[in-house]
């Protein structure tokens, strides 16, 4: 069976055609491609040049409004979840159905794999807000699939069945994860992606204040969003949201966005290892996570005291284990790999609950 999956993230798609063969998961295709003319016609593009045709369609999602499981065959109720909960990941859901949509007439089973479901079972003292209780309102996190895949990455690099471990996905869109014993136990992001880290074009963690003034003061609802989603974060610091532009240059806003990045993460680190108390590990992946030696050292830096001490010679080469041999607390860089996990779980649903072509 062949499992094509397609993640539209909030500035590309993604996409891996992946083989059942034996007792594994081959890749057969995949790349990640601008999206100039929308993401329904980079889907359409997708599928009319793959080398094979798949047996099901498996599209990550954000944003379920914890109403959807993590793994769900589409059909018209869970399409109309989707779109009602899309406001509160715009840059994500909207993107996400736009994939869905372009792919409904491939007449094979399409699947939604839900991005926050890894942190369902956060305790209430972690998800619940300090605010009269409303439906639906309570931190809800994302990042899930990349999370998980780290940590059980993570579990079996070091013969560590249930890791207790801080994880850092640091891309376009970044989050820390608390992890105990293999579960997440908080996280970053909340109601909506935009908590927390600071990220490309998002604040993070925002006084509500600010926003109440701007709209008392004129900014229009549609403007504030707008803002919130595409303006703010490193663009809105320093006027681009791409890391490697601001390492190479040397102004004052550029580093100024950059140390504001890494105090941030410092912070929840910071955090999340007095919550685990004992935790073994910090985890880094995702584009910068992975790939910027410089952004490493800044956010380990700040936990000597934690025993954490980093290897200069394997961070620059973006070695696996890139803390120092005898380190307290370890240093990893794992490459994520949501599209496999998410491909291997479509195939475990579709074992437990078989549908027929055309199910969306």
């Known amino acids: 069976m062949r499992v094509l999956v397609i993640n539209c993230g909030s500035a590309t798609l993604k996409y891996k055609l992946f083989a059942e063969r034996g007792r594994g998961l081959e890749l057969e295709a995949g790349a990640s491609q601008a999206v100039d003319g929308g993401y329904r016609a980079a889907a359409e593009e997708v599928l009319a040049g793959l080398p094979a045709r798949p047996d099901v369609i498996a599209h990550r999602v954000v944003h379920g409004g914890g109403r959807l499981p993590d793994v769900i065959v589409i059909d018209p109720e869970v399409l109309r979840v989707l779109r009602e909960v899309t406001p509160l990941a715009p840059l994500h859901n909207g993107p996400a159905l736009e994939g869905i949509e372009a792919t409904r007439d491939a007449g094979v089973p399409q699947v939604a794999a839900l991005d926050s479901a890894f942190h369902d079972?956060?305790?209430?003292?972690?998800?619940?807000?300090?605010?009269?209780?409303?439906?639906?309102?309570?931190?809800?996190?994302?990042?899930?699939?990349?999370?998980?895949?780290?940590?059980?990455?993570?579990?079996?690099?070091?013969?560590?069945?249930e890791p207790t471990i801080i994880t850092l996905h640091l891309g376009g869109g970044c989050s820390a994860a608390a992890i105990r014993r293999g579960r997440s136990v908080d996280t970053s992001m909340g109601y909506s992606p935009l908590e927390g880290l600071v990220m490309g074009t998002r604040a993070g963690d925002l006084d509500?204040?600010?926003?109440?003034?701007?709209?008392?003061?004129?900014?229009?609802?549609?403007?504030?969003?707008r803002m919130l989603n595409y303006e703010a974060g490193l663009k809105g610091l320093a006027g681009t949201a791409d890391v490697r532009e601001l390492l190479e240059r040397r102004d004052p806003a550029a580093e100024l966005a950059l140390e504001i990045f890494c105090y941030r993460v410092r912070k929840y680190v910071?955090?999340?290892?007095?919550?685990?108390?004992?935790?073994?590990?910090?985890?880094?992946?995702?584009?910068?996570?992975?790939?910027?030696p410089e952004i490493r050292r800044r956010v380990a830096a700040g936990f000597g005291w934690a025993g954490l001490a980093l290897d200069a010679e394997r961070n620059g080469r973006n070695e696996t284990r890139v803390s120092a041999d005898g380190s307290r607390l370890a240093a990893y860089v794992i490459p994520t790999d949501e599209e496999r996990l998410i491909a291997r779980e479509t195939l475990k649903l579709l074992g437990e609950h078989p549908v027929g072509a055309g199910s969306s």
């Open 270 to 292: 910071g955090a999340y290892l007095a919550v685990l108390e004992g935790a073994e590990a910090l985890v880094f992946t995702g584009g910068i996570g992975e790939n910027a």
């Open 208 to 225: 509500p204040a600010i926003l109440t003034h701007l709209l008392h003061t004129g900014t229009t609802l549609p403007a504030l969003v």
């Open 121 to 161: 079972g956060l305790p209430p003292r972690a998800w619940r807000y300090a605010i009269p209780e409303l439906p639906g309102v309570r931190r809800y996190g994302f990042h899930g699939w990349s999370h998980r895949w780290v940590t059980e990455r993570y579990a079996a690099l070091t013969a560590t069945p």
